[in-house]
């Protein structure tokens, strides 16, 4: 996060903690870490949002779908889940059922399966069509494909406008970036681009 100047500017202006304010070692138990590092993911991904001008609304957030999601695009039916999954994590998804890293609710399958219900969730509320789930995982490997998908997870190629579930496996780079360069992966470059023209022109 500190390697990012976007990041790096937000949290500052938010007053965010970016380390231990003190030396020494610190016990965190693995839950707190892990809610850590979720709200590390949502909030990346805010800095990001604000940065190129795209606003999100938590207010807009009805109840029924408070618990699935955590951002909303203002103005549309299309719900970010972020998250802050580890380059580990990511890999371990492709594992098969047997082997030994295998995690029953990290991998492909369970992925796919827990997308079509919240998808199938947001469309039920909102009674129309023009509804999409976006997966946004703030880090990782730069050459990791943001994959647009039908509510069947059918491949879609690059439509944004077709898709209805998007996948961004990474939205920055970890490396620390340079002057002017946001430290975008090649992928996320464009699904942003796509996003800002299909809000312009909707």
């Keep these: 996060m500190q390697n990012n100047a976007i990041l790096r500017e937000y949290f500052d202006l938010n007053q965010f903690e970016q380390g231990f304010s003190g030396k020494g070692i610190y016990f ?24 190129e001008k795209i606003s999100l609304s938590e207010e807009e957030i009805p109840n029924e779908l408070f618990e699935l999601i955590d951002l909303k695009v203002e103005g549309k039916n299309w719900y970010i889940d972020a998250k802050n999954y580890s380059e580990q994590t990511i890999m371990n998804f492709q594992l098969a059922e047997d082997d030994h890293f295998f995690h029953p609710k990290l991998n ?8 079509q219900d919240k998808l199938e969730k947001i469309k039920n509320f909102h009674k129309q069509d023009d509804c999409k789930i976006i997966f946004i995982n703030a880090f990782g490997n730069g050459e990791r494909s943001t994959n647009y998908y039908d509510e069947n997870f059918n491949d879609m190629g690059n439509s944004f406008d077709k898709a209805k579930i998007i996948v961004v496996q990474n939205m920055l780079k970890t490396g620390k970036s340079v002057k002017n360069d946001k430290n975008y992966s090649p992928d996320f470059q464009y699904f942003i681009s796509e996003l800002k023209n299909q809000l312009n022109n909707g």
Excluded at 28 to 49: D, M, R
Excluded at 108 to 115: L, Q, T, V
């Design 28 to 51: 965190t138990p693995y839950f707190y870490q892990c809610i850590l590092a979720g709200a590390i993911g949502e909030e990346a991904v805010k800095a990001v949002f604000e940065y």
């Design 108 to 115: 492909e399958a369970s992925f796919k399966e827990k997308a």
